[in-house]
């Protein structure tokens, strides 16, 4: 019999409940700021934005949240997703490595995202809300707040940046399918919108401001985010709840390295948080590494600061690492880690020296998603290609060092709707675009002083 490939949980097994860092973190994270007052934000601030069940996530601070029945039920169409051990791309490698990747490109939307577009439709629906807004970069957010929307009945309008709705028309295409509204940002169909050229490139901050405006316009819309905030980034958890049992499945006591791109930063700590719950504990000793392009490095060369989280001002004040809320990063392939700044949470793990931070140039990301497509039979979402990249450059230090760690990598969605950013890769029209100095210290300049 062959060596063992796959790792699955039973459905029985799926996750009941979420899990919330907050709980075990050794010190507590900086509340997010009234962007008005600069006092702490309370539930009725939000409440224009989010159902209460959202709000009440957004804020507690109990260990675990259990799980709604109704969320379960659509989980139970692609989760317990896969963790998969890459023996061929080991062998190809000549690494003594040990390397598994869990796989959320089952879902029906193709990405990790439908973990939290599922449970925040969920509890619109039971709220009354007829209507959601959204922002989306490379599309993965907006296909599955789509479907998300189609399963409970509800209207889904999406602003899309504008970069990524000129060159991903599939992606449009499907979210489309879904029933929702696309939307180019910026767009003329908001006031934020008609302050930008038409031919603007967007930004993921642009588009989220959009979307906040219409939302705070109508008591029958609301607005959903698909990353950044505490509630988003406690519905990813299932990934890593999962992961852990997976790898005690595959004869494993823990993982040396887990490894995840991050953008805004939720399919990162969906899957390092409950391994950070394990080290923190003391029953486990992993490295935990979040990786970023080096044309967007948030939390790499970014600032430790307060920021809005959109580009117009209209969010609360966040404490986070930030490049400045008016930044527009350069249109690389993975729009899906072209924000501004990442999530609360992460950046405070980060800043606590919990976990490490790396930033690499998208053509050695699609170089290693190539090289692993070809051994593993899986094309990789273009943000994925970086936890890839870094998990390479780890499995050869170990064939240097003849070391033989346990790498676990985020795989968080598939690429098969980014064939053309591969196309560009195998003509050799890629190129990278590391953030200058210069602009750097431009668009730090405009952030707010708290």
């Known amino acids: 019999m062959g060596e063992q490939v796959r790792f699955l949980l039973d459905e029985s097994e799926l996750p009941t409940h979420w899990y919330n860092i907050v709980a075990d973190l ?48 659509v ?29 959320e490109g089952v879902s029906p939307a193709g990405s990790h995202k439908t973990n939290t577009s599922v449970p925040q439709v969920y509890y619109n629906s039971i709220n009354g809300i007829t209507k959601l807004t959204t922002e989306t970069g490379a599309g993965q957010w907006g296909t599955a707040l789509g479907y998300a929307c189609a399963l409970f009945g509800l209207e889904c309008e999406v602003w899309q940046v504008g970069t990524s709705f000129d060159t991903k028309p599939q992606r ?5 399918v879904f029933g ?23 930004s993921l901050g642009i588009a989220i401001s959009e979307a906040v405006e219409v939302a705070a316009q109508d008591d029958a819309i609301k607005y959903s985010l698909g990353s950044v905030l505490n509630h988003v980034l406690l519905h990813q958890t299932v990934i890593g709840e999962e992961a852990l049992k997976q790898l005690a499945l595959a ?10 791109c991050a953008g805004g930063g939720s399919n990162f700590a969906g899957l390092a948080f409950p391994f950070l719950r394990e080290k923190l504990a003391g029953n486990q000793s992993p490295r935990i590494l979040a990786v970023e392009p ?49 999530a609360p949470l992460v950046s405070h793990v980060v800043n606590e020296g919990l976990i490490d931070a790396a930033a690499l140039h998208q053509s050695e990301c699609f170089e290693v998603a190539v090289d692993f497509a070809r051994a593993e039979g899986i094309v990789a979402a273009p943000e994925s290609s970086h936890a890839l990249a870094q998990a390479r450059r780890e499995a050869l230090a170990a064939k240097e060092n003849g070391t033989e760690p346990v790498i676990v990598i985020g795989l968080s969605g598939h690429g098969l709707l980014e064939l053309g950013a591969y196309d560009s890769y195998l003509a050799g029209h890629l190129e990278d675009d590391p953030l200058s100095d210069e602009a750097l210290a431009a668009a730090l300049a405009n952030v707010p002083v708290v």
């Open 26 to 73: 050794p010190t507590p994270p900086p509340p997010p700021l009234h962007p008005g007052t600069r006092e702490p934000v309370g539930p009725d601030d939000l409440a224009a934005l989010f159902p209460p069940e959202l709000i009440a996530q957004e804020v507690t601070g109990d260990r675990f949240v259990e799980i709604p029945e109704p969320v379960r039920d």
């Open 75 to 103: 989980y139970r169409q692609y989760r317990p997703s896969p963790l998969i051990r890459a023996r061929r791309w080991e062998r190809a490698l000549g690494t003594p490595a040990r390397i598994y990747y869990k796989y």
């Open 172 to 176: 449009r295409t499907l979210i489309e």
């Open 180 to 202: 929702a509204k696309v939307h180019r940002s910026p767009s003329r169909l908001t006031e934020f919108g008609k302050t930008l050229p038409e031919d603007h490139p967007g």
């Open 251 to 260: 004869g494993e006591s823990g993982a040396d390295l887990v490894i995840g």
């Open 294 to 342: 080096s044309s967007c490095p948030t939390l790499t060369r970014g600032e430790y600061r307060y920021d809005f989280g959109d580009a117009g001002g209209m969010t609360p004040l966040l404490k986070m690492y930030t490049l400045g809320h008016d930044f527009v990063p350069s249109p690389i392939h993975a729009g899906g880690l072209r924000y501004h700044a990442m």
